[in-house]
């Protein structure tokens, strides 16, 4: 048997880390799928990315995922290990993604108006990624009764999504390639 595998899943249920299964489509699955999208995509982006300190967050903010992930994939009262501590130290994450933020305007300037997606092809992924790691906060919150085990996922990922979009305008300034600006009262180009 492969070790990819295994068919429990085969009726439509998943396990859970610490025991015990739901459906497939149950709202912590669907939150965890949600991070795994966010993660891929974010992936996309690493691969395009030339710049290394880029490169390095984008790493970071994957493994991170990965621990948010792991903490969703456990019912809260099994998310406690014997010390009673939470699974994973998990603080400063979003503290982290706002010095990013800081560093990407440092280069681009702060934003006065709204951005269109686009420009280059990493910038591109990057705003992509953003809008997955959105919808991976929406379905976060939407598991009922329950909270990641310290409550930081939820702020790690509010700020994931500004972290993205400030990336996406690092990754055109070090293109050289200009912002193309929501424009209220767009034409249309004569066909």
Request: include cysteine; hydrophobic fraction near 45%; proline fraction near 5%.
């Amino acid at each position: 048997m492969s070790t990819i595998y295994t068919g429990g899943g085969d009726g439509g249920t998943t396990s859970l880390a610490k025991g015990g299964r739901v459906p497939k489509d149950d709202p912590r699955i669907e939150a965890c799928g949600a991070l795994d999208e966010a993660c891929s995509a974010i992936g996309i982006a690493r691969a395009l990315a030339t710049d290394e300190l880029l490169r390095e967050i984008l790493a970071f903010v994957q493994s991170r995922l990965y621990v948010y992930a792991g903490m969703l994939s456990v019912v809260p009262s099994a998310a406690i290990d014997d010390d009673g501590s939470s699974a994973e130290r998990t603080e400063g994450d979003a503290l982290f993604l706002e010095r990013a933020i800081g560093v990407f305007e440092v280069t681009t300037g702060p934003i006065d108006r709204f951005i269109l997606p686009g420009g280059c092809l990493l910038a591109a992924h990057l705003f992509a990624a953003r809008a997955v790691a959105r919808r991976a906060e929406r379905r976060v919150v939407a598991i009922p009764d329950s909270q990641p085990a310290d409550g930081e996922a939820l702020r790690f990922l509010n700020r994931l999504s500004d972290a993205l979009f400030a990336a996406a305008r690092y990754a055109n300034h070090q293109a050289d390639r200009g912002e193309k600006v929501w424009d209220r009262d767009a034409t249309p180009p004569a066909l």
